[in-house]
């Protein structure tokens, strides 16, 4: 049997960027992926995601996204392909609303550059836009588009041309401590061993780890990309990737990209949670009635014809924020997970974060707020 320095379970965002920081450090890596590489099964297919920096939902994630920037440019060059696209980005609310008041303290207590328009003033720089007057928008000019199916292959890739051993469609089924130090997986194809294990097997870590199951909990979600009647004011040029908070929740919307249509979700889209394989990934008329809102409303020259509907997964966390950490009764397990609907901008650093805590053990980020402490109550 060949034994590992780690094994990784599920090469998708997370794990994909684990298997490149661990195999470019000279370890033997094998990645363990159930479904195809990438697949469309899990949280991180749909073609593209939202970096932003003007982070509402903590300012303790800055430090991770500056990070997080700097390695998307680093796997861009490493890779020969632009990873990720700069258009800069938009919240707006109501003044007082959670995202304008969280997007404004951490570029205050970060320092990052930033303006404050009215609803009146985005109408008047992006007319792809129809914000109320009275709203108030946080333009930051460094968030953009991570291609993230793209990043999982370049990942891959650049791990497996580093020395790692990538398997697809070979399901980790169990894993257990080995007496003396180490660790055992079985999957349905073999037995492997390893001094270290990531489990980042996203919506399914409940199966590797019961205990998490009713911590991180899997939620359906569905994305729609929407021909514009006004395609030049969609483009990532013309268009920043934009969060709004309405009262019907937060509405995230991306530039044309890869399909031929703005990009449009809503967090927690019908609140459906459950079991990851129980969920529906049919699409049904709801939930395109669910997007075309926020189109109707707030970008209405981009409420064209759809082009695509696709299902997709959260895995919720109690607080939204994630899971990075040794398990308590088996420290060469690490557990990262559990991305709360906002996690794929962070992969290349959690990447990096997996690799220092698999080798030297040495924390570069203040991890305290994604321990598995904090559920202890
Ligand atoms: C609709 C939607 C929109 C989003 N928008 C954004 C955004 O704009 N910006 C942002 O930063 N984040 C966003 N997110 C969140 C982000 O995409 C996720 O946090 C991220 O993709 C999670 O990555 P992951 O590696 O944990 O999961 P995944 O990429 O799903 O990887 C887990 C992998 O583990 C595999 N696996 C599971 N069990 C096993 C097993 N037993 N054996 C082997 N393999 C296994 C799975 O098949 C899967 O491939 C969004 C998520 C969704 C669903």
């Not at 180490?182 to 194809?189: A, D, F, Q, S």
């Not at 009764?329 to 997970?337: A, F, G, K, L, N």
């Not at 650093?349 to 402490?373: C, N, P, Q, W, Y």
Request: one cysteine or more; aromatic letters at 8%.
């Amino acid at each position: 049997m060949t034994v590992f320095d780690t094994i990784v379970v599920g090469v998708g965002g997370m794990g994909s960027a684990a298997c490149w920081q661990l195999a470019r450090r000279g370890q033997r890596v094998l990645g363990l992926e159930r479904f195809d590489i990438p697949n469309a099964y899990g949280s991180s297919h749909g073609v593209t995601r939202i970096i932003r920096l003007a982070y509402f939902e903590s300012p303790n994630y800055v430090p991770l996204l500056k990070r997080a920037l700097t390695l998307w440019v680093e796997a861009s060059t490493a890779f020969g392909e632009p990873l990720m696209i700069t258009t800069g980005s938009f919240d707006s609310g109501h003044p007082d609303c959670i995202e304008i008041r969280g997007a404004l303290e951490s570029c205050q207590i970060h320092r990052l550059e930033h303006q404050v328009l009215t609803g009146s003033e985005v109408n008047r720089r992006y007319p792809g836009c129809l914000l109320p007057e009275s709203f108030a928008a946080v333009f930051q000019p460094d968030g953009g588009i991570i291609l993230s199916e793209r990043a999982i292959v370049a990942h891959a890739t650049m791990a497996i041309a580093a020395g790692a051993e990538i398997h697809g469609r070979e399901t980790v089924l169990d894993w257990s401590p080995i007496a003396g130090g180490g660790v055992r997986v079985t999957t349905n194809r073999g037995t492997y061993e390893a001094g270290r294990l990531v489990l980042s097997s996203g919506a399914w870590i409940g199966d590797l780890v019961p205990s998490l199951s009713t911590i991180a909990v899997p939620e359906r979600q569905v994305v729609g990309w929407f021909q514009p009647r006004n395609p030049e004011m969609f483009t990532p040029a013309a268009f920043p990737v934009h969060c709004l908070e309405t009262d019907e929740g937060f509405y995230y919307l991306l530039p044309a990209h890869r399909v031929p249509g703005v990009k449009v979700g809503l967090y927690h889209h019908r609140r459906e949670s459950g079991r990851a394989d129980a969920l529906s990934r049919e699409v049904a008329s709801e939930d395109e009635t669910i997007l075309r809102r926020c189109l109707a409303r707030h970008f209405p020259k981009a409420d064209g014809p759809v082009m695509a509907l696709r299902t997709c997964m959260f895995t919720n966390t109690p607080d939204g924020h994630f899971i990075i950490d040794t398990l308590p009764d088996t420290p060469e397990v690490i557990v990262v997970s559990a991305c709360s609907g906002h996690g794929y901008k962070f992969a290349g650093v959690v990447g990096e974060i997996v690799a220092d805590l698999a080798t030297t053990g040495h924390k570069r980020f203040d991890l305290s707020m994604f321990g598995l402490g904090r559920f202890d109550a």
